[in-house]
Protein backbone atom coordinates (compact mmCIF):
# COMPACT_ATOMS: atom_id res chain seq x y z
CA UNK A 1 0.00 0.00 0.00
CA UNK A 2 1.42 3.45 -0.98
CA UNK A 3 2.10 6.25 1.44
CA UNK A 4 -0.87 8.28 -0.05
CA UNK A 5 -3.41 5.56 0.86
CA UNK A 6 -2.09 4.32 4.05
CA UNK A 7 -2.58 8.19 5.16
CA UNK A 8 -6.49 8.49 3.67
CA UNK A 9 -7.04 5.09 5.61
CA UNK A 10 -5.60 6.29 8.96
CA UNK A 11 -7.29 9.50 8.35
CA UNK A 12 -10.58 7.48 7.67
CA UNK A 13 -9.86 5.41 10.75
CA UNK A 14 -12.91 4.25 13.26
CA UNK A 15 -15.56 6.73 11.07
CA UNK A 16 -18.41 5.00 11.09
CA UNK A 17 -20.95 7.59 9.17
CA UNK A 18 -18.67 8.14 6.57
CA UNK A 19 -19.70 10.36 3.59
CA UNK A 20 -19.21 9.84 0.48
CA UNK A 21 -19.00 12.76 -2.37
CA UNK A 22 -18.40 12.42 -5.65
CA UNK A 23 -17.72 14.06 -9.35
CA UNK A 24 -16.72 13.42 -12.96
CA UNK A 25 -13.63 11.73 -11.84
CA UNK A 26 -14.74 8.63 -10.88
CA UNK A 27 -16.74 7.99 -14.12
CA UNK A 28 -14.12 9.04 -16.22
CA UNK A 29 -12.97 5.19 -16.17
CA UNK A 30 -16.46 4.37 -17.74
CA UNK A 31 -16.29 6.62 -21.00
CA UNK A 32 -18.21 9.19 -19.51
CA UNK A 33 -16.28 13.10 -20.15
CA UNK A 34 -15.33 15.10 -17.19
CA UNK A 35 -17.08 18.45 -18.02
CA UNK A 36 -15.02 20.69 -16.96
CA UNK A 37 -11.31 18.97 -17.14
CA UNK A 38 -8.57 19.80 -20.00
CA UNK A 39 -10.45 17.87 -22.42
CA UNK A 40 -13.96 18.84 -20.95
CA UNK A 41 -16.97 19.05 -23.27
CA UNK A 42 -17.16 23.25 -22.42
CA UNK A 43 -13.53 23.33 -23.62
CA UNK A 44 -15.92 22.76 -27.16
CA UNK A 45 -18.97 23.95 -26.45
CA UNK A 46 -20.31 27.11 -25.22
CA UNK A 47 -22.30 26.58 -21.59
CA UNK A 48 -23.63 29.46 -21.84
CA UNK A 49 -25.70 28.01 -24.99
CA UNK A 50 -27.24 25.66 -22.48
CA UNK A 51 -28.69 27.76 -19.93
CA UNK A 52 -32.51 26.93 -18.71
CA UNK A 53 -33.83 30.25 -20.27
CA UNK A 54 -32.32 29.42 -23.97
CA UNK A 55 -33.80 25.57 -23.73
CA UNK A 56 -37.34 26.87 -23.03
CA UNK A 57 -37.42 29.45 -25.80
CA UNK A 58 -35.27 27.60 -28.55
CA UNK A 59 -35.95 25.04 -30.51
CA UNK A 60 -32.42 24.67 -32.16
CA UNK A 61 -30.88 24.53 -28.91
CA UNK A 62 -33.19 21.46 -27.91
CA UNK A 63 -32.13 20.17 -30.73
CA UNK A 64 -28.54 20.30 -29.90
CA UNK A 65 -29.06 19.06 -26.77
CA UNK A 66 -30.77 16.42 -27.80
CA UNK A 67 -27.97 15.84 -30.42
CA UNK A 68 -25.13 15.84 -27.84
CA UNK A 69 -27.22 13.13 -25.44
CA UNK A 70 -27.33 10.66 -28.47
CA UNK A 71 -24.18 10.84 -28.82
CA UNK A 72 -22.35 11.15 -25.67
CA UNK A 73 -22.54 7.74 -24.76
CA UNK A 74 -23.78 8.43 -21.00
CA UNK A 75 -26.54 5.91 -21.78
CA UNK A 76 -24.67 3.03 -22.27
CA UNK A 77 -21.96 3.71 -20.10
CA UNK A 78 -21.04 0.90 -17.33
CA UNK A 79 -20.02 1.33 -14.06
CA UNK A 80 -15.96 0.71 -12.86
CA UNK A 81 -14.25 -0.27 -10.16
CA UNK A 82 -14.78 2.67 -8.42
CA UNK A 83 -18.46 2.60 -8.53
CA UNK A 84 -18.39 -0.97 -7.53
CA UNK A 85 -15.77 -0.13 -4.68
CA UNK A 86 -18.15 2.79 -3.09
CA UNK A 87 -20.87 0.04 -3.08
CA UNK A 88 -18.62 -2.15 -1.41
CA UNK A 89 -17.88 0.30 1.36
CA UNK A 90 -21.88 0.78 1.65
CA UNK A 91 -22.14 -3.34 2.31
CA UNK A 92 -19.37 -2.68 5.16
CA UNK A 93 -21.80 -0.38 7.45
CA UNK A 94 -19.53 2.82 7.27
CA UNK A 95 -21.02 5.33 5.02
CA UNK A 96 -23.81 7.37 5.63
CA UNK A 97 -24.36 7.83 2.02
CA UNK A 98 -23.68 8.87 -0.99
CA UNK A 99 -23.57 12.69 -2.69
CA UNK A 100 -23.10 12.83 -6.54
CA UNK A 101 -22.86 15.74 -9.09
CA UNK A 102 -23.07 13.14 -11.31
CA UNK A 103 -26.16 12.73 -13.57
CA UNK A 104 -25.32 9.21 -14.93
CA UNK A 105 -26.82 7.10 -12.34
CA UNK A 106 -23.81 4.59 -12.47
CA UNK A 107 -23.76 4.65 -8.06
CA UNK A 108 -26.98 2.78 -8.43
CA UNK A 109 -25.97 0.88 -11.66
CA UNK A 110 -23.27 -0.57 -9.57
CA UNK A 111 -25.71 -1.82 -6.58
CA UNK A 112 -25.62 1.06 -4.15
CA UNK A 113 -29.41 1.64 -3.26
CA UNK A 114 -31.22 4.18 -4.55
CA UNK A 115 -32.02 5.87 -0.87
CA UNK A 116 -28.50 5.58 -0.12
CA UNK A 117 -27.83 8.16 -3.70
CA UNK A 118 -28.45 12.01 -3.51
CA UNK A 119 -28.43 12.96 -7.24
CA UNK A 120 -27.10 17.00 -6.93
CA UNK A 121 -27.64 17.75 -10.75
CA UNK A 122 -30.14 14.62 -11.20
CA UNK A 123 -30.19 11.79 -13.64
CA UNK A 124 -30.13 11.93 -17.27
CA UNK A 125 -31.66 8.17 -17.86
CA UNK A 126 -35.25 10.30 -17.15
CA UNK A 127 -37.27 12.88 -18.90
CA UNK A 128 -39.92 14.79 -17.61
CA UNK A 129 -42.72 16.65 -19.62
CA UNK A 130 -42.39 20.33 -18.31
CA UNK A 131 -46.24 20.94 -18.95
CA UNK A 132 -47.74 17.58 -17.81
CA UNK A 133 -45.02 16.29 -15.48
CA UNK A 134 -45.38 12.97 -17.62
CA UNK A 135 -42.19 10.47 -17.11
CA UNK A 136 -40.16 8.43 -19.49
CA UNK A 137 -36.96 7.13 -20.12
CA UNK A 138 -34.46 9.56 -22.10
CA UNK A 139 -33.89 6.53 -24.18
CA UNK A 140 -37.01 6.47 -25.39
CA UNK A 141 -37.00 10.18 -26.25
CA UNK A 142 -33.70 9.18 -28.10
CA UNK A 143 -35.41 6.44 -30.07
CA UNK A 144 -37.66 9.50 -31.71
CA UNK A 145 -34.51 11.75 -32.04
CA UNK A 146 -32.90 8.64 -33.93
CA UNK A 147 -36.15 8.44 -36.04
CA UNK A 148 -36.05 11.90 -37.47
CA UNK A 149 -37.78 13.90 -34.96
CA UNK A 150 -35.39 17.06 -34.17
CA UNK A 151 -37.47 18.18 -31.03
CA UNK A 152 -39.37 15.55 -29.64
CA UNK A 153 -42.70 16.81 -27.68
CA UNK A 154 -44.58 15.29 -24.92
CA UNK A 155 -47.11 12.71 -26.50
CA UNK A 156 -49.59 13.73 -24.51
CA UNK A 157 -49.90 17.17 -23.88
CA UNK A 158 -47.48 18.35 -27.20
CA UNK A 159 -45.14 20.35 -23.93
CA UNK A 160 -41.26 20.48 -24.32
CA UNK A 161 -39.51 17.47 -22.97
CA UNK A 162 -36.46 17.95 -20.79
CA UNK A 163 -34.04 15.15 -19.26
CA UNK A 164 -34.21 15.51 -15.12
CA UNK A 165 -30.82 16.66 -14.97
CA UNK A 166 -30.02 20.63 -13.48
CA UNK A 167 -29.17 23.09 -16.29
CA UNK A 168 -27.00 26.31 -16.19
CA UNK A 169 -29.32 28.95 -14.52
CA UNK A 170 -31.55 26.66 -12.48
CA UNK A 171 -31.73 25.72 -9.16
CA UNK A 172 -30.51 22.22 -7.51
CA UNK A 173 -33.57 20.26 -6.67
CA UNK A 174 -34.68 20.91 -3.04
CA UNK A 175 -35.53 17.28 -1.96
CA UNK A 176 -31.92 16.55 -3.11
CA UNK A 177 -30.61 19.58 -1.24
CA UNK A 178 -32.33 18.17 2.26
CA UNK A 179 -31.45 14.85 1.54
CA UNK A 180 -27.73 15.69 1.02
CA UNK A 181 -27.60 18.10 4.02
CA UNK A 182 -29.26 15.28 6.55
CA UNK A 183 -26.50 13.34 5.61
CA UNK A 184 -23.68 16.29 5.98
CA UNK A 185 -25.35 16.37 9.43
CA UNK A 186 -24.89 12.59 10.35
CA UNK A 187 -21.38 11.82 8.83
CA UNK A 188 -18.50 12.15 10.84
CA UNK A 189 -16.00 11.69 7.78
CA UNK A 190 -16.40 12.86 4.40
CA UNK A 191 -14.68 11.12 1.41
CA UNK A 192 -14.29 13.28 -2.08
CA UNK A 193 -13.90 11.35 -4.76
CA UNK A 194 -13.49 13.08 -8.41
CA UNK A 195 -14.32 16.36 -8.00
CA UNK A 196 -12.34 19.86 -7.97
CA UNK A 197 -14.37 21.24 -5.13
CA UNK A 198 -15.08 24.26 -7.32
CA UNK A 199 -18.65 23.97 -7.69
CA UNK A 200 -21.60 25.27 -5.26
CA UNK A 201 -23.52 24.45 -4.10
CA UNK A 202 -22.79 21.49 -4.75
CA UNK A 203 -18.97 21.52 -2.99
CA UNK A 204 -20.41 23.06 0.19
CA UNK A 205 -21.52 19.46 1.20
CA UNK A 206 -17.23 18.49 1.85
CA UNK A 207 -16.52 21.88 2.93
CA UNK A 208 -19.66 21.71 5.75
CA UNK A 209 -18.56 18.40 6.96
CA UNK A 210 -15.00 19.54 7.21
CA UNK A 211 -15.70 22.74 9.01
CA UNK A 212 -17.71 20.45 11.71
CA UNK A 213 -13.91 19.27 12.30
CA UNK A 214 -14.38 15.83 10.74
CA UNK A 215 -12.17 14.37 8.84
CA UNK A 216 -11.73 15.31 4.58
CA UNK A 217 -10.67 12.69 2.29
CA UNK A 218 -9.40 13.88 -1.10
CA UNK A 219 -9.05 11.48 -4.14
CA UNK A 220 -8.55 13.72 -7.09
CA UNK A 221 -5.90 13.54 -10.26
CA UNK A 222 -5.07 17.18 -9.64
CA UNK A 223 -5.80 20.39 -6.84
CA UNK A 224 -9.12 21.11 -5.77
CA UNK A 225 -10.40 23.53 -4.27
CA UNK A 226 -10.65 22.58 -0.68
CA UNK A 227 -6.87 20.99 -0.62
CA UNK A 228 -6.01 23.48 2.74
CA UNK A 229 -8.81 21.23 4.66
CA UNK A 230 -7.87 17.78 3.68
CA UNK A 231 -6.71 15.04 6.31
CA UNK A 232 -5.17 13.49 3.38
CA UNK A 233 -4.94 13.43 -0.62
CA UNK A 234 -4.66 10.54 -2.90
CA UNK A 235 -3.34 12.00 -6.05
CA UNK A 236 -4.57 8.78 -8.27
CA UNK A 237 -6.96 7.73 -11.00
CA UNK A 238 -10.33 6.77 -8.66
CA UNK A 239 -10.34 3.27 -10.58
CA UNK A 240 -7.17 2.25 -9.08
CA UNK A 241 -7.07 4.13 -5.83
CA UNK A 242 -10.71 4.17 -4.71
CA UNK A 243 -10.10 -0.38 -4.26
CA UNK A 244 -7.35 -0.45 -2.23
CA UNK A 245 -8.36 2.15 -0.19
CA UNK A 246 -11.80 0.60 0.72
CA UNK A 247 -10.27 -2.30 1.45
CA UNK A 248 -7.64 -0.94 3.97
CA UNK A 249 -10.46 0.16 5.53
CA UNK A 250 -12.15 -3.31 5.96
ZN1 LIG B 1 -47.03 16.48 -21.29
Known sequence: MDDQIRA???ALAGR???????GAGISTESGIPDFRGPQGVWTRVDPGEFTIDRYLS?????????????????LDAKPN??????????????????VTQNIDGLHQRAGLPGDAVVELHGN???TSCLRCGDRMATTEVLERVSGGEED?????CNGILKTDVVFFGEVLPESAIARAFSMVAEADAVLAIGSTLSVFPAASVPLEVARAGDPLVI????????????????ERPAGDALPKLVRALR
Open 8 to 10: AAE
Open 58 to 74: SAETRRRSWEMRAGSGS
Open 219 to 234: LNQGPTELDELAAARI
Open 152 to 156: PHCLS
Open 81 to 98: RAHRAVTRLWKTGRMVGC
Open 16 to 22: RNILVFT
Open 124 to 126: VRR
